[in-house]
């Protein structure tokens, strides 16, 4: 803002947000992930340069409001950054990355249609023991 000559009221004014909820953005430090986009965009940046680079984030995050198409993802786990990245790559239409923050972490957009939630299935020792023989009499895995 100060590189921009901006005032709290230019902001507001920008982004739509009032006095008393920017007030407490600037006290607090955090908002939704939208709502950093609406501030970077107010004052001409992108959203990690107005991000914390201080603070050790170790959240995943999923969000999206009801009906919308598109939900905003935050990860800090690996095997989630490469994913995400690959599928940026491979599929630019419907994942964009908004940000690769200086820790690592990112942030991007992706369809609401690819979040699932799939809890492992539960299985005793006696069905593990019997898929194992299926697999075996169906020419699948080793015999011991």
Known sequence: MADR?????????????SEKTFS???????CEVSTFERLADAVKTNVGNITLPD?????????????????????TQGRYISKIKKLAE????ECQIIVINEDGSLCA???V???KIS???EVSEQQREMARERAIRNGFGAKN
């Open 119 to 121: 809890p492992v299935r």
């Open 24 to 30: 407490w953005i600037l006290e607090n430090g955090f």
């Open 109 to 111: 957009h992706i369809p």
């Open 55 to 75: 603070y050790n984030n170790v959240e995943n995050c999923i969000e999206f409001i009801r009906d919308d198409k598109t939900a905003t993802v935050n990860f």
């Open 90 to 93: 491979s599929r630019p239409d």
């Open 5 to 17: 000559n901006m005032s709290n009221e230019d902001v507001c004014i920008k982004t739509g947000l």
């Open 113 to 115: 249609s690819w979040i």
